[in-house]
Structures are given as structure tokens and as C-alpha cells.
């Protein structure tokens, strides 16, 4: 069973708050959103993803907080 929610962040925390989420380990996925809630970009994550394996999925979070202003987090998490 899974379960969602929603953040509404800023161009500067996009990186900062999928790093967050991306420790707590419970997430399944992470979608961004524009302020259309047009999907920008999904992230499956996967236990054990870690470190090196992060990297390219947090350049493309760089590069999508460097387009857009305002934004939503979409996150599914394991209950």
C-alpha cells in the first residue's frame, strides 16, 4: 500500500527537498510538476539506490530548478 502527497516549492528548494526526500527511504517515486501540473520529470526510486547512482537523477533536478520558478513535488511513499 502506498500513499501521496504534495509540495509546492520554489525553483531553489527543488534540489534540496528531493535530497530530503530521497534519505528518508520510504519513497517510490517522485514526480515534478510545473504550476500547470504538467509531469516535468518521474523518478522511480528502488531500495538501495544510493550515492553515484543519484548523480544523474540530481543534474536533472539541477537543470529543471534552473527553468522554472515555481513547482510541485509529487511523492508516493511505502506504508
Request: aromatic content about 2%; some cysteine; hydrophobic content about 45%.
Amino acid at each position: 500500500m502506498s500513499t501521496h502527497e504534495e509540495f509546492k516549492v520554489t525553483g531553489d528548494d527543488i534540489v534540496r527537498t528531493v535530497k530530503r526526500l530521497i534519505k528518508e527511504g520510504n519513497v517510490r517515486r517522485i514526480s515534478i510538476k510545473n504550476k500547470d501540473g504538467r509531469s516535468l520529470v518521474e523518478i522511480p526510486l528502488t531500495v538501495g539506490v544510493v550515492g553515484a547512482a543519484l548523480a544523474p537523477v540530481l543534474a536533472a533536478v539541477g537543470a529543471i530548478a534552473a527553468l522554472v520558478t515555481d513547482c510541485t513535488i509529487a511523492v508516493e511513499r511505502d506504508t
